[in-house]
């Protein structure tokens, strides 16, 4: 039990949790009349110097840090030869306590709490201190979504060798990154991994690796084996993936984490004139103002089946519209770094009133075995395929320069295109070939696939994106279809998802090419 007042000052109230190391209490800081949470360190059986000092070190790394996402450390003091640890006070439950009371949460969600916890972090990093616990545990959510990341217990200063010299296995195996799990010295890539984790673990409704019974199992299998890819996370996919990347030079950094987290989240809420709002308890002197929150969510709408209120429009990557951003649609040396560019188009593209990506890039991920190899279907196609099976025919007149398919227009240097551009005809019945291509998906994505061009498919990056991003569709139908004579296609599109429906207009170009008909342009509106 602790004393009814902790060093002269803290009025013990009440227990609010507790941890590894201690108790948590709220207490009334009798000089300043604020509520606080005092935590306490030290004093646990077995407790050791170099325990005790690292929680006062964890006071000293943690208050050097004030930022409306992380919970603020007011002092480090010592009564009955412990420590305590008086931290703002937080009225909230941690990240782990909401999931397992209301199951896996929803990506946008997972990416307005993630976003908070990320620029809290990155904060951190930027000051030079990594936290190495990052867990959902340490994820306190309070009213609104809004989200602190606490408990710097085993934050170091990257300069504090002493620590360093310490040797201490501190944090939670569950969310270490491989190189952790090997020994090495934590740094910012770590705490990026343990967010991505986390963000895993919340939209899947478990963590990426099984519980195994001991520290050392769980870390010699975190160390050898990857982690499976999430299922349920939606647009956050791809960006939780790199977040778990082996090697921590292809992670992201926690600044570009906030930003894609952001763009993820606030495609539901964008708006800047949008009003702030503050922590009701003890708010810190901000740097930046929490976020609005989206409206909370009903017990009802946080399991998957419930559709995620966010629109399709914010799911779905949209098609780049001619000329709205010609790089992203230029070669590609990887597909890792185009997804950076896309995601924080994403927020852009919406203002331009893209909705959904018939064709283009989707949560896929080439790099997944899962989607390679066995499952890849031939780059070039059946030439003789057409969505019925028959044969296309020819004959008319050239595209015209307003029907130019989109990559070439854009950039795309795909080597097949001049060819295909050379023997390309309008086909007899464009509007039939595009309602018979729609008819495929989100189904049969393989033979839908060899309906593209060589050039469409260098603009969709790999078959794993098609494929990803036709996974997240349950229909799609074609509510009207028109074709002009010259192979170009307007079609209306109606999209189910979980997100709900969403409805859109894209032109379509076809043509009678070397390798079949085939769809050799597309865009939006
Ligand atoms: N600043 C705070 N304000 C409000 N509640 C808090 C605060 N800090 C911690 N808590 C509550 O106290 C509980 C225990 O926190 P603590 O940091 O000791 O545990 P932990 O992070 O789960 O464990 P570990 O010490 O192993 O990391 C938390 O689960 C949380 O509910």
Redesign the pocket.
């Known amino acids: 039990m602790p004393p009814e007042t902790i060093a002269g000052r803290y009025e013990v109230l009440e227990q ?9 209490w ?1 207490c009334r800081d009798g000089v300043l009349g604020r509520q606080v ?1 005092v ?1 306490q360190l030290g004093g646990l059986p077995g407790e050791t110097a170099p325990n005790l000092a690292r929680s006062l070190r964890e006071a000293r790394a943690s208050a050097a840090l004030t930022h409306p996402h992380v ?1 603020s450390i007011y002092d480090a003091v010592e009564d009955q030869d412990r420590v305590w640890l008086v ?8 990240l782990s ?1 909401v999931t397992a009371d209301q199951g896996p949460l929803t990506p946008r969600r997972a990416a307005f709490i993630g976003a908070q916890i990320a620029d809290g972090l990155a904060a951190a990093h930027a000051a030079g201190t990594v936290h190495r ?1 990052v ?1 959902p ?2 994820v ?1 959510v309070g009213d609104g979504d809004l989200a602190k990341i ?2 710097f ?1 085993i934050a170091r200063h990257v300069d504090d060798e002493t620590l360093t010299q310490t040797g201490m296995v501190t944090g ?1 195996p569950m969310y270490f990154s491989p190189q952790l799990a090997r020994g090495r010295t934590a740094v910012p890539a770590d705490d990026v991994w343990a967010l991505g984790a986390t963000l895993f673990s919340v939209v899947e409704g478990e963590p990426p690796w099984p519980q195994l019974p001991n520290a050392i199992a769980m870390l010699h299998h975190i160390a050898e084996h990857p982690p499976p890819r999430p299922q349920r996370a939606g647009l956050l996919g791809d960006l939780v993936t790199r977040m778990l990347s082996a090697d921590p030079a292809e992670r992201p950094d926690m600044a570009t984490v906030a930003s894609e987290l952001h763009v993820i989240a606030d495609a539901e809420h964008p708006g800047p004139d949008e009003p702030t709002v503050a922590f009701a308890a003890n708010p810190p002197t901000v740097e930046r103002e929490a976020r609005v929150p989206p409206p909370e969510p009903t017990a009802d709408s946080i399991p998957g089946p419930t559709p995620d209120p966010t629109p399709v429009a914010t799911r779905l990557p949209p098609a780049l519209p001619v000329g709205a951003e010609p790089s992203s649609a230029a070669p590609h040396p990887s597909r890792r770094s185009r997804w950076l560019p896309i995601a924080v188009l994403v927020g852009a593209l919406l203002l331009l009133g893209a909705v959904g990506a018939a064709l283009l890039l989707g949560g896929g991920d080439d790099d997944d075995p899962a989607t390679a190899a066995d499952d890849e279907p031939s780059a070039s196609g059946d030439p003789d395929r057409s969505p019925d099976g028959e044969e296309g025919s020819g004959g008319g007149d050239q595209p015209g320069s307003e029907t130019v398919p989109e990559a070439t227009a854009s950039g795309s240097t795909s080597e097949d295109e001049p060819e295909d551009e050379a023997t390309a005809e309008p086909p007899a019945d464009a509007a039939q070939f595009v309602s018979d291509y729609y008819a495929l998906l989100p189904s049969d994505t393989k033979t839908a696939w060899d309906l593209l061009s060589d050039g469409m498919q260098a603009e969709v990056g790999s078959y794993g994106s098609y494929k990803g991003f036709w996974r997240t569709i349950d229909a799609v139908s074609v509510e009207d279809v028109a074709d002009d004579g010259s192979g170009t296609v307007t079609v209306e599109l109606t999209y189910t998802s979980d997100a709900g429906t969403e409805s859109e207009t894209r032109t379509i170009t076809v043509e009678d090419t070397s390798e079949g008909t085939q769809i050799v342009g597309d865009q939006v509106g």
């Not at 609010?16 to 948590?24: D, E, H, L, N």
């Not at 931290?87 to 941690?94: D, I, L, Q």
């Open positions: 609010i949790g507790r941890g590894g190391m201690g108790a948590v709220l949470a935590k919970v931290m703002e006070y937080v009225p909230s439950r941690t306590a616990d867990k545990s340490n306190l606490a408990d217990g939670t």
